[in-house]
């Protein structure tokens, strides 16, 4: 069974700009979960959807956004770029939102220029 | 409300000796804990979790932690560490949610 997708592995941006993040959930699994991952603030919790809804979201600003697709797939976006995005985004996928197991991916790192 | 400590930010060992890694959590409700492990330029990988049942949770690669609640504690131990276990190890909390409360990471260094 394969895992969890997320494309692009790598990517440039400069600020200002904005970006799409994509996450192919393990077949099967209904709940994606975000996360952000810097050195300094560590893992943080971004946003959570389960059959196409948020059903929570993290303190993050207004300029994070996702959302989820019929197939489960889900996409993050992030507009107006700040250097403090530079980050490792990942994706983590689960049957449902309380079974009490996460599947990561291998993330994509994002660099603000 | 939920968070992590994780004791030690960098920890050595030989190769062949114990490894001790430490959490501590707060947690308002019964909570759910997991040891996840990260290599260089991956993902996070489950190595082991505690939901209900047994407080002695053996997971992948013979590691295993143990649930104290009156020490609010879930170390990771290994009896005998290998080169390959160098990587940074992260533990979690939740409350029955995906939204998982994450500590800061322990890097573990193996020296031959």
């Known amino acids: 069974k394969a895992g969890v997708t997320q494309t692009p592995r790598y990517l440039i941006k400069t600020r200002g700009q904005q970006v799409t993040l994509s996450c192919s959930p393990i077949s099967g699994h209904r709940s994606v979960s975000w996360y952000q991952q810097t050195p300094g603030q560590g893992l943080q919790f971004l946003f959570e959807y389960f059959s196409e809804t948020q059903r929570n979201k993290g303190n993050f600003p207004g300029r994070f956004s996702g959302r989820q697709f019929s197939n489960s797939r889900s996409e993050m976006n992030v507009s107006t770029l700040e250097l403090g995005d530079s980050a490792l985004y990942l994706c983590a996928s689960s049957l449902g939102p309380t079974t009490g197991e996460l599947f990561f991916g291998e993330g994509s790192r994002l660099t603000v220029l | 409300a939920q968070s992590v400590t994780q004791l030690g930010s960098h920890v050595s060992v030989s190769e062949g000796a114990l490894v001790l890694l430490r959490c501590n959590y707060s947690?308002?409700?019964?909570?759910?804990l997991f040891w996840y492990v990260q290599y260089p330029n991956q993902g996070l990988q489950l190595l082991l979790k505690?939901?209900?049942?047994?407080?002695l949770v053996k997971g992948i690669n013979g590691f295993e932690a143990e649930f104290k609640k009156s020490e609010t504690s879930f170390h990771l131990t290994k009896p005998s560490a290998h080169m390959s276990d160098a990587a940074e190890y992260f533990c979690?909390?939740?409350?029955?949610?995906?939204?998982?409360?994450f500590g800061t990471g322990t890097s573990l260094t193996v020296i031959p």
């Open positions: 505690y939901t209900t049942g047994a407080t």
């Open positions: 979690a909390v939740s409350a029955y949610t995906n939204q998982f409360y």
């Open positions: 947690s308002s409700v019964p909570p759910y």
